[in-house]
């Protein structure tokens, strides 16, 4: 599955990744994670100390490649509303769902403090990320002083997790887009003073 | 657990229910259920045909339930603004997470139609009676018509299940709210025309 030039450890995080965004930390077993990376038992265990262990190196480096996508496109140019719709319109595996979101479902990550950190510090960082340029957009009256931008920051981050439910659950990736289209017209209009009718 | 007076199949099927909430379909065994209920696992399998068919019933019930309580609050008197806000801020067990919507991040469930079945059903309502409401707030004119009903009432949707993965991450209720004051706030800009600056 994977190339041979690719160690055994870094077989198992790659397998480990995909595993725990199809089917989560509770779904994953060692076997499967041992067949998914070609490697046995043995070799598993020399590398980490057990799943959990594994689990945390597949988890931060997940949380670090979201970090990474979403920073880059939060940093580009154009107005607070610009930035903010390329986060929200930036290519997505929407019917994947969000391999961090996800973890939170999953009652042994939320149980372990070690397994969560690094959700957790992801989600805030994405949070103040957002709530800065909404604070920017803000004080450059873009944006009504009536905004909030930690509530707002919130109110992004959860329609995009919100969207991959909507996304599963119907089996499209329409229902996102439609979460978005939404959140798009509300910042518009809170942009905007709209046409008193 | 359960008073017994409470049926056999009352008890699986509560037990289900709890269970699947809990740790989702994924990670609860036919045994797990069985203790949970105080049942053996000859009338288990007397009772239903299997997990499946005991997930299914306790999928529906928990569907329907969440369907009434949505439907109570949404129903209720005054604006479409206030119906929309009393929805986002009726009393939830937010640390818990939908006992719908977490369903979709499970595999099992999603590969199947007959689970997934109710779920869709369940947020299709859910979106098609809040965007009804957007729907009346428009045409008597306390939404402007740049909102579309559909997509307001999907990203409504997606805030409530989208701010149950941010209060999980966190650890508290209060990042539930964040996002759903955030909303809020986004939802009254469009409602009334802001100051202009």
Redesign the interface.
Known sequence: MYSVFMSTPERLIESTRELLW???Y??TSPKAIQQHAGAGQGSMYHHFAGKPDLALAAIRRTAEEMRATADAVLGGDGSAYARIESYLLRERDVLK??PV??L?????V?ASDEL?AP??ET??WL?DRIAGIVEEGRSQ?EF?D???P?????????????????A????SPA?FD??????L??????RT?????
């Open positions: 199809e089917r989560g509770v779904g769902g969000c979101g996800r939170t479902m999953d009652p042994d939320i969560r959700v957790t989600l805030d949070r009256g009504t009536a905004l909030v930690q509530d707002i920051a919130s109110t992004v981050v959860a329609t995009v997790q919100g969207g991959y439910v909507l599963r659950s119907s089996g229902a439609t979460a978005v289209r939404g959140l017209a509300l910042l518009a209009a809170a003073p709209p046409a008193r009718s």
